[in-house]
């Protein structure tokens, strides 16, 4: 299997590093020998076909970013995927660019999958003539598998009647931190340390992170949805965010984490938890909300530590009962760890 790795940060390194130190157990376990053919970041591309020495392809030279010159490279090779570990927003094109050279495509990157509906089916058409794989586990729970217990129920013949979830791990892990009495300003920090955020924190605060996330899980499901049709209510106040906007993110912080105390506060005091809820309803007249939520104290969600995320899946074959997938829910280790899945996955597929 040869892998071409689009974008090498948190995510991207940690999927090297489990590859250098996988790839005998991986090739005895699922009889997959693979390589990492190309490697890419916004400033270069390092590519050698026979396979890149994972330790040490950083000081060798790299060659300027052509990602469709690189994919039809690796078309050429035996079982290749393109794999994007990026937040590149216009990435879709590529994939489609991959789906049409033969390219199994594996993806972290939410921005490709929440484009508008036209474009969006355009994708899928190019995946389905391509009959190669589009594996996007990652994009909604990071190693949480939700993605695939859904298709599992739909292609029974079951029916989603409601996904209700707390997605995002970072947000999670924020609100368990202002809870503990920590101000804003210092969870984020730790947050970002610890690579739980978005590379621009203020898809996570702004909450368009979660309706991403939402958005691709009402798709998946069968709805005909835009971003536009989430009804989103932002984790911290819109005016603030609107300020973020010209000031830049750290000027409203402050001001932001009185706000969430007093509410964190005013919750604690009723038996209440802060949470921030995704709800898909295929039957209500907003069928995809997103926002902050005072959980009732024996709320599933109320009980989610750290970087916890939770998704409770109700079908009809289910009800009364949900199943309920938990787990951590951001972090480049598990997202990678994720993404590695979805790669052995692609090359079983074919
Ligand atoms: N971190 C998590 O917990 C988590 C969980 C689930 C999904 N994800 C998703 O995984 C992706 C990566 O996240 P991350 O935390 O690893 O971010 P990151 O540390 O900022 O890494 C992003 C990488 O992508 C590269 N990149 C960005 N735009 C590019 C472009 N246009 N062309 C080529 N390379 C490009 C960057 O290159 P430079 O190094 O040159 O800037 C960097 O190597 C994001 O889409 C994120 O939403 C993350």
Known sequence: VHVYLYGCGNVGGHLLSMVSERHAAIAERDGVDLRVAAISNRRGTWL????????????????????PGTIDALARLPVPVFVDCSAAPDAAALYEHAFRAGVSVVTANKLPLVQPLAEHRQLLCAQRASARGFFYETTVGAD???????????RSGDRIT???????????????????????????????ARGYTEPDPGED??????????LILAREIGLAVSADDVALEPFIAAELLELAGSRGLASVLARASDGLDATVRDAHASGRTLRYLAVIDPAAARPVRVGPSLVPNEHPAATLRGTEALVALTTERSAPYAVVIRGPGAGGAVTASGVLADIVRAASAR
């Open 48 to 67: 050698d076909p026979a396979g890149l020495d994972l330790a040490r392809f950083r000081e060798t030279p790299a060659r300027p970013v052509d990602a």
């Open 144 to 154: 949480l598998p939700v993605l695939a217990p859904i298709a599992d129920r739909i």
């Open 162 to 192: 409601r996904i209700e979830g707390s997605l995002s791990g970072t947000l999670g892990f924020l609100s368990d931190k202002i809870a503990r009495g920590v101000d804003l300003e210092a969870a984020l920090t730790d947050a970002q």
């Open 205 to 214: 605060l702004s909450g368009r992170d979660v309706a991403r996330k939402a």
